[in-house]
């Protein structure tokens, strides 16, 4: 949703706030295109210009707000490397009930793919490069999926000291399978 003008930005935000509301309450099947438009105020060539289906709307706002978090963190002057978690879980419980739709649709593959894609996972990459992105977000995902299962009960502070704690755990089990008696 980047490079828009207004009016298309108001219709893919206006179809992707009314898509959640109404996937709070029914199924993604349920939903006719028609209800959909209507409901949002949005003509139904309004909608085909920017969407094939509605998955596409789903897909297209996790883009938008995995890249809205990103500039928002790097036009933070004082963000650390090491704020990056804190930043994204955050991110995600300000956007909770999209992330909530998404898991409850059983979508949260978008949130994969969209994290794929803000950190660059190309065909391109070399191997090392691609596996260490992709292990850095499925690995993400999956706790935030985890997360979002559990109804999101620790804070997004409280969330990051626990993966701290994870990777602590792992380092230094790693170092005890490699140290030679």
Known sequence: MENKTNKEYYVEQQLAKTLIELLNVTSLDEISIRSLC?????GRASFYRHFHNKEEILESHAQFLIQQWAKELEANPTAKPWDVFTSLFAHMKKHQDFYEVLHKTGRDTVLRQSLRKKIGVTKELSN??????????????????????????????????????????????????????
């Open 128 to 181: 090392l490069d691609a596996y260490q992105k992709v292990f850095f977000a499925d690995g993400v995902s999956g706790w935030i999926e985890e997360w979002i299962e559990r109804g999101m009960q620790e804070t997004p502070e409280e969330l990051n000291e626990l993966l701290c704690q994870y990777f602590n755990n792992v380092l230094s089990s790693l170092g005890r399978i490699f140290t030679h008696d």
């Open 38 to 42: 209507e409901k949002a105020g949005v």
